[in-house]
């Protein structure tokens, strides 16, 4: 593909003397003051109003407020619903499932592999008797409820629909968001499976069954919040995800799918770190390009599949573990960033993140950030009450360039599938990493408390130490061993057998065998070596 | 930082950089990688999801001076404890190994205990963990 659309503003001649300037985080210069641009052509659309820049909704968070939605999940299913009950009562207003590194990497927690991960970075989900428990009590039909899961998003997934099944609510109303964006993966995070190929047919078979089956759930939400986290600025983050986006798009075409129905529910996941303005005019350039890039390159004309919706999370790797009640300022003024950007759902990391599972006091506190900013500073009153700063517009236009580039170098490379399987992409993202840590490390970049203003005797307490159950792990396993036991052997053989025979056929949807097989208790290590045993795995490209 | 004076510390050692686990945080030991390298090592990066036994098998086959063992999980006390034991049961006891990751000083001692020669976390400088590590090299024939 070759650079589908040109930025909305051309180089003027200022740009030259603006070479001199500090720079942003995306090595965008920063003028001292900002005035009226004599290249700027025509006053900007209002919101609402094609390609969105100032946002999707004319009356933004008037109309509705963004979705509070705290990550958290962590050891049994009977301690995560606990969590979540808590936090539901606490005014959080959607949930966001934390899956422990066997449920999303696909092994069983007896696997040898799995054994010392059970339930450690979040809950474990081996079988739909794990499903049944984390969601008793709560509302299916009410409350949208996220996965960050990928590698076995489309087996997540089925469990969803199959706990909704076993709850009686229909799965038409059905509202929350499977992550399923295997393409990152690869990149950053890293709980890939499946080769490429095989992976983007599950993701497309999720994506296509989703559309007609819970046509208000978000089948997928691609990704650059790992990107930026690992290591890519604010400019990389979106250009690749972009391009990432484009290669979903166009597989989905591939297989027959609607770009005006499946577009219509695509989102979108990103950081947002420190540097203030290059975070609110990402998304206001993001929104601009994704519009135009779905009607210009597709042809879109459904205003609601030209739509760039995203969530956001606020902290990761901005935040220190030097000073760590500092880090409730920092998550504070990324939260504030997001708002002025315009996302549709907000996760604020809690304060001890970068050393430990938040405990429940933290945890409140990183909701009760977001609840000040919504209901107490007015912030979100005026839908983008930034657009028409010289800065912020101005700002937004060399986001908006910077993007493009971008997402140029990946078209010249070759696309981001030749990108991510020879590792170039990968590379990319470590070297981003090493500058950004020399960068802290010689006080280019100041981190207070940390690398800037540190006392010699500074304490670097942090509070409540999270304490998980050391018996968190036996107990998942003895539920998992009851079920193998329990269940009906002959039901478990025929479905898996159904699934492996699927997915050798191209055409072929596996989505009704996966939820058939969650209905017979195959658990999810099972299911994860029916497919492999078609697919084969991805084989890292390890290059530094 | 003193990159210059620092550019030849580890020369003529190689170094195993490992990710156990299914743990898929690599910035980390991507970062330590390209440091050891600029400070002279020649070093080898395992890729993600490596079984303890797998890395004690490429520490003896390449023949490196020390393993450096990346988890962000807190699978750490049972992982590094699995890998210390692989590496000794291959005959390989003598290699060094390093931790680093997301790790509370809590169990510094215990890491230590089980013979590790450093731990490190984010918020040291990478010229101090590069210091570091040539340091605990120092007694071996390079």
Known sequence: MTAPISPRRAASGDEAALSLHPVSSSGIPIPTVATADPAATAPLEPPGVYPFTRGIFPDGYAGRLWTFRQYSGFGTAEESNRRYRFLLEQGQTGLSVALDLPTQCGYDPIDPMARSEVGKVGVSLSTLADAEVLFEGIDLARISTSFTINGTAAIIYAMYLAVADKHGVPREKLTGTIQNDILKEYVARGTWIFPVKPSLRLIADSILFSNDVTPRFNPISIAGAHLHDAGATPAEEIGYTLANGLAYVDDLKRRGGDVEKFGKRLSFFFYVHMDFFDEVCKFRAARRIWARLMRERYGVRDAKAQHFRFGVVCGGSSLVAAQPYNNIMRVTIETMAAVLGGAQSIFTCAYDEPFQIPTEFSAELALRTQQIIAYESGISKTVDPLGGSYFVEQHTDRMEQAILAVMKEIDDYGGVIKAIESGWMQRRVAQRAHERKIKVDSGDTAVVGHNAFRRADQSDEFGEVFRLDPQASQRVIERYEAVKVRRNPDAVERTLARLQQAAAEEGENLMPCLVDCCHAYATVGEMVQRLKSRWGEFQEPVRL | ?142
């Open chain 2, 1 to 142: 930082m003193n990159a210059t004076r620092q550019a030849f510390v580890l020369h003529g050692r190689r170094i195993l950089i490992a990710k156990p686990g299914l743990d898929g945080h690599d910035v980390g030991a991507k970062v330590i990688a390209l440091a050891l390298r600029d400070a002279g090592a020649e070093v080898i990066y395992t890729g993600l999801r490596r079984s303890p036994a797998h890395i004690a098998r490429v520490a003896l086959e390449e023949g490196v001076d020390a393993v450096g063992l990346s988890v962000l999980s807190g699978s750490h006390r049972e992982l590094v404890a699995q890998t210390i034991a692989c590496l000794r049961e291959a005959g390989a006891g003598e290699v060094r190994v390093f931790v680093g990751g997301t790790i509370p000083k809590d169990d510094f001692d215990y890491l230590r205990g089980l013979g590790v020669c450093g731990v490190y976390t984010s918020a040291m400088r990478l010229d101090e963990v590069v210091a570091s590590v040539a340091e605990a090299l120092a007694d071996q024939p390079a």
